[in-house]
Nanobody, 123 residues
Framework: QVQLVESGGGLVQAGGSLRLSCAASGRTFSIYVMGWFRQAPGKEREFVAAVNRSGGSTRYADSVKGRFTISRDNAGNTMNLQMNSLKPEDTAVYYC????????????????WGQGTQVTVSS
């Protein structure tokens, strides 16, 4: 029903910036709560950020607060994650995710996932 494709990953030095994008298929993008997750080698997948349907409310993991900014463009069926002041511990595969049923960004349980994009931060 929904396809998500991430882009923008790559290699960046510590302290640098990177912008991830997620392109969604279909015409119902605006009804989904959207978010980003990441998974580092040997680690469990963890929540990074979420944005509500209108884009007016956001939530972040403590580890990225003040450094990452999530946004969405419903007209363009896209979601973005601006990552600044990157640290080596940010290295992970980042996944775009969509939740078709959540009423709040505090209860994000994605049903759709992208393939992931690798972010590597060197020291």
């Amino acid at each position: 029903q929904v396809q998500l494709v991430e882009s923008g990953g790559g290699l960046v030095q510590a302290g640098g910036s990177l912008r991830l994008s997620c392109a969604a298929s279909g015409r119902t993008f605006s009804i989904y709560v959207m978010g980003w997750f990441r998974q580092a080698p040997g680690k469990e997948r963890e929540f990074v950020a979420a944005v509500n349907r209108s884009g007016g409310s956001t939530r972040y993991a403590d580890s990225v607060k003040g450094r990452f900014t999530i946004s969405r463009d419903n007209a363009g069926n896209t979601m973005n994650l601006q990552m600044n002041s990157l640290k080596p511990e940010d290295t992970a595969v980042y996944y775009c995710a969509a939740d078709p049923t959540s009423r709040s960004i505090t209860t994000l349980n994605p049903s759709y996932w992208g393939q992931g994009t690798q972010v590597t931060v060197s020291s």
